[in-house]
C-alpha cells in the first residue's frame, strides 16, 4: 500500500482524511457507528444481488454510496509497501492496541483530472439522540439561521476551478488551495438564503473550460440521479443524520474529449474496474464476482469512465431502523433538491 497522504479536493469536513499515493482509496478514521452503517448496506447488497433485481426497478442504497473496502489498523502500516494484508476484512480485526482504525472507501474522485466537487448536508435536523444538550441547542440554532431549516439542506462547501461567477463571492467565504482550484468554506453555504441558493449551485457548474452544452448535460444528469435517488431512499428504512450529497464533475475538457461526453448515469462498479490493477489485488473480496487473478496485469490502473457522480456519504449518526419507514428529514431533503434542479434545467 505504500504512505498515506493527504486526501486532495475535499470539499468539506475534519483534518485527517488521507488516501495512498496512486489516490484509489480513501481512508477515514473510524467510528463504529460509520463502520455498522457500511457494513449493513453492504450485508444486504450482497443478499440483494443473489436475488434477482429488486422488483419496482429501484437502485439498493449501496448504488449511491463509495464502495466499502474494510478496516485499516493504521498501525500496520508501518510494514511497508506490498504488504496488502494490511487490509483486513471487519470479521479478521481484532481491537488491539496501537494505530487508529481507518474506514478504506473508494476514492469516488479516482481517475478525474479536475474534479469539482460540492458537499451538501441533508436534513433539517442536525443531531440524533445521542447529542448532549448543548449540541442539539447549537445545532437547532444552525438550522434555524440556515437553509438547513429553511430547505432541508444546506451546502456544506466546495472544492472547485474558479470561474467568472466565483470572482464575486465575498473574500471570506473562499481561500485559494494548493491545486490552484478554490475552497468555498462553510460560511459561504451557511450564509445562503432561499433566495439565492440556487444562484450558488448555477456557480458550481459555471465551468469557464465546459461548454454551454455540456453544462446542461451535468445539469440534467444531477436532477436524473436526484430522482433515483428520491425512489431509493422511499424503500429505506434509515434515519442518516448529518450525511451529506457529494456532487463531482469533471472540469477537465480534454477528459470529455476522451470519453466523447459519454458519462454513465451509475458509477461502473469500483471493484471490476480495480480488479486488474497491481495496487489492489485480489484482498478485497467485498463482492462475489470471479476475481480474474492471472498475473497479466500491465502496470495499468483502473478505469473511471464517468465524467460526473453523486453520492451519499459521512454515516457517523446513521443508522438502519427496520419497519419504521423511509427517513423523512433527508427524503424532504432530497425532494427540495429535486425542485432546485428542475429549476436549473428550466
Ligand atoms: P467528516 O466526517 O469529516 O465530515 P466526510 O465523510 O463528510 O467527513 O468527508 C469530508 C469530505 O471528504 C467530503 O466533503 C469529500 O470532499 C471528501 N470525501 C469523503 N469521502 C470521500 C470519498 N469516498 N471519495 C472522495 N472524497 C471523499
Ligand atoms: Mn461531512
Redesign the pocket.
Known amino acids: 500500500m505504500g504512505e498515506f497522504k493527504l486526501?486532495r479536493?475535499?470539499?468539506?469536513?475534519?483534518?485527517?482524511?488521507l488516501?495512498d499515493k496512486d489516490e484509489v482509496?480513501?481512508f477515514?478514521?473510524l467510528?463504529q457507528q460509520?463502520l455498522d452503517f457500511y457494513q449493513v448496506v453492504q450485508e444486504k447488497s450482497l443478499r440483494e444481488s443473489d436475488a434477482a433485481d429488486a422488483a419496482d426497478g429501484d437502485l439498493p442504497l449501496s448504488a449511491w454510496l463509495?464502495t466499502f473496502l474494510g478496516v485499516l489498523d493504521e498501525s500496520l502500516q508501518e510494514r511497508g509497501p506490498g504488504d496488502s494484508t494490511a487490509i483486513l476484512s471487519d470479521s479478521q480485526t481484532t481491537p488491539k492496541s496501537g494505530g487508529r482504525k481507518l474506514l478504506v472507501?473508494?476514492?469516488?474522485?479516482?481517475g478525474y483530472s479536475q474534479p469539482n466537487?460540492l458537499?451538501v448536508k441533508l436534513g433539517k435536523i442536525l443531531f440524533d439522540e445521542h447529542a448532549s444538550e448543548e449540541k442539539r441547542q447549537r445545532l437547532s440554532e444552525v438550522s434555524r439561521t440556515t437553509t438547513s431549516g429553511s430547505s432541508g439542506f444546506r451546502i456544506?462547501?466546495m472544492?472547485m476551478q474558479a470561474n467568472e461567477l466565483t470572482k464575486e463571492i465575498d473574500e471570506v467565504h473562499f481561500e485559494e488551495t494548493d491545486t490552484g482550484n478554490i475552497f468555498i468554506n462553510k460560511n459561504f453555504g451557511r450564509s445562503r438564503t432561499v433566495d439565492n441558493i440556487e444562484g450558488a449551485f448555477n456557480l458550481f457548474f459555471a465551468n469557464d473550460r465546459l461548454s454551454e452544452k455540456r453544462i446542461k448535460q451535468l445539469k440534467e444528469i444531477f436532477l436524473q440521479r436526484i430522482q433515483l435517488l428520491y425512489n431509493t431512499l422511499l424503500d429505506e428504512e434509515v434515519r442518516m443524520v448529518?450525511?451529506?450529497l457529494?456532487f463531482?464533475y469533471e472540469g477537465d475538457p480534454n477528459r470529455w474529449d476522451t470519453l466523447e461526453d459519454h458519462d454513465p448515469i451509475l458509477r461502473s462498479d469500483f471493484i471490476e474496474y480495480s480488479e486488474d490493477n497491481e495496487s489492489v489485488e485480489g484482498e478485497y473480496e467485498g463482492k462475489n464476482r470471479d476475481y480474474k487473478g492471472e498475473e497479466d496485469s500491465n502496470d495499468s490502473m483502473p478505469e473511471n469512465t464517468s465524467l460526473s457522480t453523486l453520492?451519499l456519504?459521512?454515516?457517523?449518526h446513521s443508522k438502519f431502523v427496520p419497519g419504521e419507514g423511509y427517513d423523512e428529514n433527508v427524503v424532504d431533503a432530497v425532494e427540495n433538491l429535486m425542485k432546485l434542479f428542475d429549476n436549473l434545467n428550466l
Open positions: 486526501l479536493h475535499k470539499a468539506a469536513g475534519h483534518e485527517g482524511t488516501t482509496l480513501v477515514k478514521v467510528t460509520e463509495p472507501l473508494e476514492n469516488l474522485l479516482y466537487v458537499d456544506c462547501g472544492h448529518s450525511a451529506s457529494l463531482i453520492a456519504i459521512d454515516f457517523a
